[in-house]
Nanobody
Framework: QLQFVESGGGLVQPGGSLRLSCAAS????????IGWYRQAPGKEHEGVSC???????SYADSVKGRFTISRDNAKNTVYLQMNSLKPEDTGAYVC????????????????WGKGTLVSVSS
């Protein structure tokens, strides 16, 4: 079982920034493509960004130019830097190993963790 712990969420005003962390425990994250997904209130999970094991990245159109995904293999952690946040970015952000192409649309997942909550509002 690939276990992740998401952190870094919080309440932020529109235009603000947050950096989310996805820490892996019990396995080496460097060998996997990792995707960030989010679930807005009342909506289904959607892919936000993905980073391949070789470091290549992809993004949903809605976050391009605002979000940056990165990985620090020495820390066994993937990050999502979120800038210029909008109210529509609100949701629970979850990271998952992606067993397929790290391109959009990202693969859907059967099971979801609770993630870290991001609330963008005035």
């Amino acid at each position: 079982q690939l276990q992740f712990v998401e952190s870094g969420g919080g309440l932020v005003q529109p235009g603000g920034s947050l950096r989310l962390s996805c820490a892996a425990s019990g396995f080496t994250l460097a060998y996997y493509a990792i995707g960030w997904y989010r679930q807005a209130p009342g909506k289904e999970h959607e892919g936000v960004s993905c980073i391949s094991s070789d470091g290549s990245t992809s993004y949903a159109d809605s976050v391009k130019g605002r979000f940056t995904i990165s990985r620090d293999n020495a820390k066994n952690t993937v990050y999502l830097q979120m800038n210029s946040l909008k109210p529509e970015d609100t949701g629970a952000y979850v990271c998952k190993a992606v067993f397929g192409l790290c391109v959009f649309p990202l693969p859907d997942m059967k099971y979801w963790g609770k993630g870290t909550l991001v609330s963008v509002s005035s």
